[in-house]
């Protein structure tokens, strides 16, 4: 009869055997592979808008936005360190354009999202139109359609670049082509786009001029922002969300692009909010306003007092309870349209 030890030599010599075949034993992995709930390595993480600017000031002195293409700070998650990623699947940076500048044209499969932290006058040209930069406007480049960024102002502009990079790397799928000119010529009025879909009404015949993804590619923070305050006044206050919205594709319901959910949230003055969790990890700008997050998960617990322009990510699966004492309003971005298009996306909403 086998010993122990017989028997765990024989399991360590098949190991050895059966590994230059590229074999491995699935039940020694199974646990790790099929958790009982997430378990991601992402880390909760905060950046000061105050801490993260004099470094992008030094970048525009460092280098010209046509030079780098795009002149960005990524925001990495600590535990993601040289992945480029702020989740396993969403990428966030900070881009910045000087007065004069432009970043050059060019297209890829990654979708982006552009949400404008800081300053006026710059614009981005999609697919021939061009739309201002305001702060809080959120705009969105297509997949695969050719986009350029110009600053004809007299302020440096930053904005968020929200991307599903590591997503597409993940199913590599990922193509890029440069534009033959330096910007895109325009070829339709600013707000050609909005007069067509923004008004819950669209053109009689027409196609989706970009597939799946929002047929607007501006959405202005004023709007937004009196759609929140209507709600503060008139309807009930979420006591987990305070009054939160989410940007939607008006000809389809949806979500804007087919791998960001997109939200935008008002906390009112003395929110002491509900603590909640969900799969889609997300990524947070500050607007306006001052508030703070408790995020807790196995046993850990990280607290972050936030203000105007600051950003911080909440992985999946992670407990997160918002506060404001006097008021705030917050945009965010998530995976979550990937999540419920493969039905595995969960959410909790603890009391």
């Not at 193509?175 to 070829?187: I, K, L, P, W």
């Not at 709007?223 to 709600?231: D, G, K, V, Y």
Request: proline share 8%; hydrophobic share 35%.
């Amino acid at each position: 009869m086998d010993t122990p030890d017989t028997t765990l030599h024989a399991r360590q010599q098949l190991y050895r055997d059966m590994d230059p075949h590229h074999l491995t034993p699935l039940w020694e992995v199974l646990h790790a592979l099929v958790p009982p709930q997430p378990r991601t390595p992402c880390v909760p993480a905060h950046w000061t808008y105050e801490a993260v600017r004099p470094f992008l000031m030094r970048a525009g002195e460092a280098i010209t936005a046509e030079e780098a293409v795009r002149r960005v700070l990524i925001l990495e998650n600590p535990a993601l360190r040289g992945q480029s990623a702020i989740t396993q699947s969403l990428y966030a940076g900070l881009q910045l354009i000087l007065p004069g500048e432009v970043a050059p044209s060019h297209r890829h499969v990654q979708s982006a999202l552009r949400f404008i932290v800081e300053g006026s006058g710059a614009y981005t040209a999609v697919d021939g139109e061009r739309t201002t930069m305001h702060p809080g406007d959120f705009i969105i480049t297509p997949s695969w359609t050719f986009h350029d960024h110009g600053n004809e102002g007299g302020e440096a502009v930053v904005w968020l670049d929200g991307l599903d990079i590591p997503m597409v790397r993940f199913l590599d799928a990922g193509f890029a082509e440069n534009d033959s000119s330096r910007s895109q010529q325009v070829t339709r009025k600013e707000g050609s786009s909005f007069a067509r879909y923004g008004h819950n009404m669209a053109p009689v015949r027409h196609d989706a001029p970009f597939g799946a993804t929002s047929p607007i590619f501006s959405y202005p923070y004023a709007r937004s922002r009196e759609a929140l305050e209507q709600l503060e006044r008139d309807a009930p206050i979420d006591a987990w969300d305070g009054v939160k919205l989410r940007y939607v594709n008006p000809l389809t319901g949806g979500h804007p692009m087919p791998t960001m959910a997109t939200f935008m949230q008002k906390l009112p003055a003395g929110f002491s909010g509900k603590g909640w969790r969900q799969t889609d990890g997300a990524v947070y700008s500050v607007v306006e306003g001052t508030g703070s997050v408790d995020i807790e998960a196995g046993g850990q617990r990280w607290h972050f007092d936030f203000g105007p322009r600051d950003h911080f990510v909440v992985p999946s699966w992670h407990t997160a309870r918002l506060a404001s004492q006097d008021g705030c309003v917050l945009f965010s971005f998530s995976d979550r349209p990937v999540h419920q298009a493969l039905a595995i996306h969960r959410e909790e909403r603890l009391s």
